[in-house]
């Protein structure tokens, strides 16, 4: 088994791609975000793959891809908020590598996508927009993810808790109870 991979999972505005970077580099690993991957792979960003080809094409395309990045070897992946709902995804997750559920509440989530676009599964579209209706579409596509994340090796709440700290606790973790540098 690979135990240099460190996925990092949970639901969109968590923090997957802004401390999986600075993990990377804290660790002197490689850094992918899967979601970035298939936008340079296709020419053209999620919301558009979604528009264009529909969730069921870009689900196949992100599972060819993350058994791809699966292969690496000293790697930080950030997987999109949906990608371990798969069950395929998660055997090739599981066998690969541990997994880190970064983890905050749906307040925190809506404080920080609400004013983003480019989240497909976030649209609302033909009703009048508001917050009780963005809110109540994170709470329900979270509580139907959350019993996936739920399945990760360690848990990190990322609520009002700073990126460099949340980066520190992680590196920690990797270096001391996933025993992966050792």
């Given at each position: 088994m690979n135990d240099k991979i460190v996925y990092l999972t949970g639901f969109m505005g968590v923090g997957k791609s802004t401390v999986g970077p600075i993990l990377a580099n804290t660790l002197g690993w490689?850094?992918?975000?899967?979601?970035?991957?298939?936008?340079?792979?296709?020419?053209k960003k999620i919301k558009k793959i979604f528009e264009e080809n529909g969730e069921t094409f870009f689900r196949q395309v992100e599972s060819e891809i993350l058994k791809e990045l699966s292969g690496n070897k000293g790697a930080i992946i950030s997987l999109g908020g949906g990608t371990i709902v798969n069950h395929n995804n998660l055997s090739i997750i599981r066998d690969t590598g541990k997994v880190i559920y970064l983890k905050a509440s749906v307040d925190s989530?809506?404080?920080r996508v609400a004013f983003k676009r480019d989240r497909p599964n976030l649209l609302?579209?033909?009703?009048?927009?508001?917050k009780e209706k963005l809110i109540q579409k994170i709470n329900n596509l979270f509580l139907a993810r959350e019993k996936y994340y739920n399945q990760a090796d360690i848990?990190?709440?990322?609520?009002?808790?700073?990126?460099?700290?949340t980066v520190d606790r992680i590196a920690k973790i990797i270096n001391?109870?996933?025993e992966i540098n050792k």
């Open positions: 490689d850094y992918f975000d899967l979601d970035k991957v298939i936008e340079k792979r296709l020419g989530i809506y404080k609302i579209e033909g009703e009048e927009f508001s848990t990190i709440n990322t609520d009002d808790i700073p990126v460099g700290v001391d109870e996933l």
